[in-house]
C-alpha cells in the first residue's frame, strides 16, 4: 500500500506562488507516476500536470503550461508542484495520485492523498 499526503497549500494572492508537496509512505515514489488533479467547488475532477517513472517525461493540462512545474525529489520521496504565476480560477483543492501511468486520466492512478486547498485571490 502507498499512502500520499498533501502539503503546501494556502491563501495567495493572484499573481503569487505556492509549492505543493505530495509524500509517500509504504512505497518507493520513485518507482511509480505521480499526477496532480484538482476540483473547484461545483466542478469536475481535472488534470493538472504529471510525471512518469523517468523523471525526463512530464505532462501537463493546456491552462497551467508554463506556470506550474511538476518535479520529484527521489531522496526525500517527495513530488513537487511549483505554481506560480497563479490567477483566480486556480483555486481548487488539489490532489496527488500515484500509479504506473502518467496519464491525464484519474484512472491512471490507484493511489490518492487526501488533497490540500489552494485558494488565489483576486
Known amino acids: 500500500q502507498v499512502q500520499l499526503v498533501e502539503s503546501g497549500g494556502g491563501l495567495v494572492q493572484g499573481g503569487g506562488s505556492l509549492r505543493l508537496s505530495c509524500t509517500a509512505s509504504?512505497?518507493?515514489?520513485?518507482?511509480?507516476?505521480v499526477g496532480w488533479f484538482r476540483q473547484a467547488p461545483g466542478k469536475e475532477r481535472e488534470f493538472v500536470a504529471a510525471?512518469?517513472?523517468?523523471?525526463?517525461?512530464?505532462n501537463y493540462a493546456d491552462s497551467v503550461k508554463g506556470r506550474f512545474t511538476i518535479s520529484r525529489d527521489n531522496a526525500k520521496n517527495t513530488v513537487s508542484l511549483q505554481m506560480s504565476s497563479l490567477k483566480p480560477e486556480d483555486t481548487a483543492v488539489y490532489s496527488c495520485?500515484?500509479?504506473?501511468?502518467?496519464?491525464?486520466?484519474?484512472?491512471?492512478?490507484?493511489?490518492w492523498g487526501q488533497g490540500t486547498q489552494v485558494t488565489v485571490s483576486s
Open positions: 509504504g512505497r518507493t515514489l520513485s518507482n511509480l507516476a
Open positions: 510525471i512518469s517513472r523517468s523523471s525526463p517525461y512530464t
Open positions: 495520485a500515484a500509479g504506473l501511468v502518467a496519464g491525464r486520466s484519474s484512472h491512471n492512478y490507484g493511489y
